[in-house]
Each structure stands twice: as structure tokens, then as C-alpha cells.
């Protein structure tokens, strides 16, 4: 049953209040703050904040090539983990929401939950551990080392369950007898995976991916457990700002990501994905 | 439905594998905080209590877990009061805005935390010219933490008819009593969830809490990233480490009691 659209009354407003005062002036005040200094500078010799409107940094942000690159690897970081973890959370997520008994599923989505309330920190610590070099992989003799690889490694491992429980949602709303109708079709596996099961999880793939992206965007604390030298645009911006002291450089690199996002979210929102986080 | 042995065989193999990736580098934690060997060796030539003993007397570690402690229930709260009014107000009126909120409130999470950090450091430094430390901490954690009480309680509104307050009203009780009496009752399982979502992510944020806690005040995270580059402090951050993953099966406990909540996703 449904209430009647009630026009906002006084309680509404009094209930509303703190909240987005909490959020308007602490949040969004502080964004819009970050925003505008992203167009000021800073003095080359004093280092003070010289509030003069002026696009410099975006012109150095797009112009050095250094930049550029650190944006394309982050880019290219946060797509592969993605794939990674979408390749990853596709045949569990059916197994858990299709094939397995209803106690076997509980127990695996417990499985799968237990390591989200696990300490960020302390799974990429864990893969510090894996990776360094008298590790277990190092004596397997198959450790990628500190770097690239096994940044991209501990990233997918960390954001892996943000993508399998929008998936396995997606799985379990999926009705069994569309299954049964393509295989009594005579279709295959694989095309009943490829023309049933793919193109219904699809909004719940990007839904995770909003997830995988998004963190893989921001992230700096895994680059400078794992990453050994690899410059991230996280770090270039909490370099700027801890090392540099340039505020102005520091928000002008940090817009770009929210660009991103808000450009990503504006395409995924067609499809749907955003019910379904 | 039809789905051949050879296929699910396959499917169960993925799942074992998956998992097995998942929980292997959490054993490995677990295991090298009894590892001899300071720098984590391995095959481990032998086991020893001594890294506990020391982590036992570390007073950094400690100091740090209570302020990690601290912070987690004062935003917890802040979020729990914050998040309900919001959910309630948009529960049940309908107006111009109303999704306007609703990004607002899921913005501080849905943005990289190296924005939200920054903006807020710059605010807090620039704007308010407070000096960073254990209040800041605790603002922007709750900044972040209103969006999982909001969800959860929202969640709940929608599945609730509004018939039993509305009864309420009519039999003559003032709104705090109706809540009092009515909508808290049956808020109080997704509250206790929210809360328990907003303490776990207050407790393990690290990058939000990097830009706002200053040179003088550690949470416990900031502590383990801190000591985790000094060799003769990696045991030590080992053992901490090894108890944070044996404490992460509480909450699932927790959940598992409340379980005709849904305390699944965490966003």
C-alpha cells in the first residue's frame, strides 16, 4: 500500500534541516571551496595561496606529458581491474545464485561478505606479504614483485566483493525458466550464457564497476603498499598537497576523477545500474 | 533447469578457486604473526608467541585502537540521527529536490576519498580555521557515514505501511510519542544495522582520515600504515593485522543474529 504524495510540510523541513545543514555547509561548502582553488596558484618562493583566477594548472595537467600518462595508467588501471573482477565474480555469482543449495548459498555469501568487513588496510597489507620477496610467491617462483602487476592484482582483490554481491543480486532476480527456455531451445551453454545470463546481470556488472572504478580512481594508500615506484594520480594529488604544499595543483588533479566519475555515471545511468546498487 | 555435471564441476572448481584466493592472504597474515622469522620468511622455520607478547606492550597500537574506538561511536551517532531524519523526511513527503538530497547524501561516498579528504582538510583548515585532530576526524567521518543509516532506514520506511502511525496520530499522540512508541520499534533492526555498517567503515577509513587528523592524533589504521614501512615495527603491525582479520567475523555474527535484516550492501 502506498501513502498519498504529501505536499512537504513543516515537518519535513524541520526534519530536513540539520542534515543538509551537516551536508550543505561541511560537504558541499568544502567542495565548492576545493573546486575554486583548483584556478589559483601558489606563490613559486613563499609557497602562499595567490587567489587569482587563472587555468594554469589545467594547463599543465593536460599539456605535461607526465600527467597525461599517470592519468592514462590510472584509466587503464582502474578498466583492468574492473575486467578482472567481472571475469571473477561472473561464474561464482551463478554458482552461489544458480547451482548451489540454499544452505551452501548462505554459507557462500558469508564467505564472500566476511572479507568486506575486513580492514582495507590489512588485505592490501596481506598482498605486501604475498608479493614481497621471501614470500610464499617468490618461492613458487611466480611473484610479479612490487609493481604494476601486482598493484592491479591487489586492487581487484580488494574491490572483488563490491562486485560480486551486486552480480550475484543480479543472478538471483534472473527467473530460472528463462534459463530452461534457451537450453529447451537448443541453445548451448555458452550462447544461453552469452544471450540470456550476460545481457540480464549487465546493469549489476556496471553497478559493481561503479565500485571497482571509483575506488581504483582514488586509491594511494594500495599504490604505496604494492606499487613499489608506480605514480598513481592519488598520489600525484596527495603528493602535491602532504610534499608540495600546492593545494591549487593538488584540487585542479583531483577534479579529474570526479569528472570521470560523474561523466561514467552519466552514461551507466541509461542502463539502469544505478537501481541496483 | 538444465545444467550439465561437467559444467557445474567447472562452476564449483571457479568458486573453490576464488575463495581460495580470497582467504589464502588472510591465513598468511594470520600465520606470519607466528612466524620466527622478522621479515616473514617463507616456508616459516619455526613458530613463536613472541610478536603477540610485544604487540600486547605496544602502546602506540593501543592508544591508537581507542581513538579508532572513539571516533567510530561519536560518527556513529551523529550518523544515526542525521541519516533517520534525512530517510524519514524523504520517506514521506514527495518534493521538488527530493533526489537532490539523495545525492548529496550518498555524494561524500560515491566521490573518491582523496576528494572528499581534500576538500575537507582545505575547508577545515582555510574556511572554519580549525586546527586539525580528533574533532575534525570525527566530523568527516560522519559526513561519510550518514549515507549507510540513510540507506538502511530508508529501506525499511518503504517497507513499512504508514497505517500504524497514522493510527497512532488518531488515537491522540503527539508525533514524539508516536515515534517513541511506533516508529522506532520497528526502525530499531535496520538502525542497529546502519550503526553497525557506519562503526565498521569509520574504523577502517584511512584516506579521508589521512587529510584530517593532523600531525598529533593516530586511528588505528593510520598507525598500521604508518609503522608498516619500519622493519623493526612489521611484526608488531603483523600481530595487529592478524587480530583486525579475526575480529571481522563479528560483525558477520552480528548480522547473522539480526538476520531478518538485510545488512548486505555495504554502500
Given at each position: 500500500?502506498?501513502t ?6 513543516p ?11 551537516w551536508?550543505g ?5 568544502a ?14 618562493f613563499?609557497?602562499?595561496?595567490v587567489?587569482v583566477?587563472?587555468?594554469d594548472?589545467?594547463?599543465e595537467?593536460f599539456?605535461?606529458?607526465?600527467y597525461?600518462?599517470?592519468?592514462l595508467?590510472?584509466?587503464g588501471v582502474?578498466?583492468l ?13 551463478f ?5 548451489a543449495?540454499?544452505r ?6 558469508i ?8 580492514s ?17 610467491l ?13 598493484l592491479?592484482i ?12 551486486p ?7 534472473l ?6 527456455a ?7 551453454a ?25 575506488l ?5 594508500i ?6 613499489g615506484?608506480?605514480?598513481?594520480l592519488g598520489?600525484v594529488?596527495a ?9 591549487p ?11 570521470v ?14 537501481e541496483?546498487? | ?6 559444467l ?10 576464488v575463495?581460495m584466493?580470497v582467504?589464502?592472504p588472510?591465513a ?6 607466528f612466524?620466527?622469522?622478522k621479515?616473514f ?7 613463536t ?19 579508532s574506538?572513539e571516533?567510530g ?7 544515526l540521527?542525521?541519516?533517520t ?28 576519498g582523496?576528494?572528499t579528504?581534500l576538500?575537507?582538510?582545505n575547508?577545515f ?5 580549525l586546527?586539525l ?5 570525527v566530523?568527516a ?25 497514522e493510527?497512532?496520530?488518531?488515537l ?14 520497528l ?15 569509520s ?17 588505528l ?8 614501512f ?5 611484526p ?20 547473522q543474529?539480526?538476520s531478518?535484516?538485510?545488512?548486505v550492501?555495504?554502500?
Open positions: 500500500m502506498s498519498r504524495p504529501r505536499p512537504p510540510g515537518r519535513t523541513g524541520l526534519l530536513l534541516l540539520p542534515p543538509l545543514l551536508l555547509v561541511a560537504y558541499l561548502g567542495l565548492g571551496a576545493l573546486f575554486l582553488a583548483a584556478f589559483w596558484t601558489t606563490n613559486e613563499t609557497g602562499d595561496l587567489r583566477f587563472t587555468l594548472n589545467f594547463r595537467l599539456q605535461g606529458s607526465v597525461r600518462t599517470i592519468t595508467r590510472t584509466l582502474a578498466v581491474v574492473t575486467l578482472v573482477d567481472a571475469v571473477l565474480a561472473l561464474p561464482i555469482a554458482f552461489m545464485a544458480k547451482v543449495s540454499p551452501l548459498r548462505r554459507l557462500l555469501v564467505a564472500v561478505l566476511m572479507p568486506l568487513w575486513a582495507y588496510l590489512v588485505k592490501a597489507y596481506a598482498w605486501r606479504g604475498m608479493l614481497s620477496t621471501s614470500g610464499p617468490s618461492w613458487l617462483g611466480i611473484s610479479p614483485g612490487y609493481g604494476l602487476t601486482g592491479v591487489t586492487l581487484a582483490y580488494l574491490w572483488l566483493p563490491y562486485m560480486i554481491l552480480v550475484f543480486a543480479g543472478m538471483e532476480k527467473p530460472d525458466s528463462l534459463l530452461e534457451s537450453s529447451d531451445l537448443g541453445a548451448p555458452r550462447a544461453t550464457f552469452r544471450r540470456v545470463v550476460l545481457p540480464s546481470v549487465f546493469p549489476a556488472l556496471v553497478a559493481g564497476s561503479i565500485f571497482t572504478f571509483s581504483t580512481m582514488g586509491d594511494y594500495a599504490v604505496k603498499i604494492v606499487g615506484p608506480t605514480q598513481m598520489n594529488v603528493d602535491n598537497y602532504g610534499v608540495a604544499n600546492n593545494l595543483f593538488a584540487a585542479a588533479y583531483a577534479i579529474v576523477p570526479v569528472i566519475m560523474l561523466g561514467y555515471l552519466g552514461i551507466v545511468r541509461r542502463t539502469g545500474a544505478l541496483n546498487l | 533447469m538444465t545444467i550439465s555435471g561437467r557445474k564441476a567447472g562452476l564449483a572448481a571457479c568458486t573453490g578457486l575463495l584466493i582467504y589464502v588472510l598468511l597474515v594470520v600465520l606470519n604473526s612466524n620466527v622469522s621479515s620468511a617463507w616456508p616459516p622455520s619455526g613458530l608467541l613472541r610478536w603477540w607478547n610485544a604487540a600486547g606492550h605496544s602502546t602506540g597500537a593501543r592508544h591508537a585502537l581507542l581513538v574506538v571516533v561511536l561519536l560518527a556513529t551517532t551523529i550518523a540521527v542525521l541519516g531524519m534525512a530517510a524519514m523526511a524523504l520517506q514521506r513527503a514527495h518534493f521538488f529536490g527530493r533526489n537532490a538530497v539523495s545525492l548529496l547524501i550518498i555524494l561524500p561516498i560515491a566521490l573518491p582523496i576528494v579528504g576538500a575537507l582538510n575547508a583548515t582555510t574556511i572554519f580555521g586546527s585532530g580528533f574533532f575534525t576526524i566530523v567521518h560522519a559526513t561519510f557515514c550518514i549515507v549507510t543509516v540513510f540507506n538502511n532506514v530508508q529501506a525499511r520506511l518503504r517497507r513499512m505501511s504508514s497505517s500504524l502511525e493510527a497512532s496520530a488518531d491522540g499522540a503527539r508525533p514524539s510519542t508516536t515515534f517513541r512508541l511506533v516508529t522506532y520499534p526502525l530499531r533492526s535496520a538502525l542497529l544495522a546502519g550503526g553497525l555498517l557506519s562503526f565498521a567503515l574504523f577502517d577509513e584511512i584516506i579521508v582520515t589521512t587529510f584530517t587528523a593532523g600531525g598529533h592524533e593516530q586511528t589504521p593510520i598507525w598500521i600504515f604508518q609503522n608498516l619500519r622493519p623493526n615495527q612489521t608488531v603491525v603483523n600481530v595487529v593485522a592478524a587480530t583486525l582479520i579475526v575480529l571481522s567475523a563479528v560483525p558477520i555474527w552480528i548480522a543474529r539480526l531478518e535484516t538485510d545488512v550492501g555495504a554502500g
